[in-house]
C-alpha cells in the first residue's frame, strides 16, 4: 500500500511555471506507475502524465505536450510535474496516482492509491 500528499500549487499567471510534487510513503514506491490527473469545476478527471516504475516510459497528454514534463526520484519517494507555459485553462485540482504495474496507463480507474489534490490556478 503506498500514501500519497500532493505539494507545490497555487496562483500563477499565464506563462509562469510551476512544480507539483507527489511524495509517497512506503519502501516499495518505485514498484509503482505513477500518473498525473486533473479535474477542473464541471469537467471530468483527465490524464495529465504518467511516468513507468523505474521513469523510463513517460506518456503525456496532447495538452500538455512540449510544455509539462514528468520526472520521478524513488531515492526520495517523489515524483514531480514541472508545467511550464501555464494557461487558463489548466486551471484544475491536479492529483497523482499509483499503479502496480510497470508503465503508466491514461485511465482513471487503472489506479489504486490516489492524493487528496492541490489546486493549480492560471489567470489571464
Known amino acids: 500500500q503506498v500514501q500519497l500528499v500532493e505539494s507545490g500549487g497555487g496562483l500563477v499567471q499565464a506563462g509562469d511555471s510551476l512544480r507539483l510534487s507527489c511524495a509517497a510513503s512506503g519502501r516499495t514506491f518505485s514498484t509503482y506507475a505513477i500518473g498525473w490527473f486533473r479535474q477542473a469545476p464541471g469537467k471530468e478527471r483527465e490524464f495529465v502524465a504518467a511516468i513507468s516504475r523505474l521513469g523510463v516510459t513517460k506518456d503525456y497528454a496532447d495538452s500538455v505536450r512540449d510544455r509539462f514534463t514528468i520526472s520521478r526520484d524513488n531515492a526520495k519517494n517523489t515524483v514531480y510535474l514541472h508545467m511550464n507555459s501555464l494557461k487558463p485553462e489548466d486551471t484544475a485540482v491536479y492529483y497523482c496516482?499509483?499503479?502496480?504495474?510497470?508503465?503508466?496507463?491514461?485511465?482513471?480507474?487503472?489506479?489504486?492509491?490516489w492524493g487528496q489534490g492541490t489546486q493549480v490556478t492560471v489567470s489571464s
Open positions: 496516482a499509483a499503479q502496480s504495474t510497470s508503465w503508466g496507463s491514461s485511465v482513471p480507474r487503472t489506479y489504486n492509491y
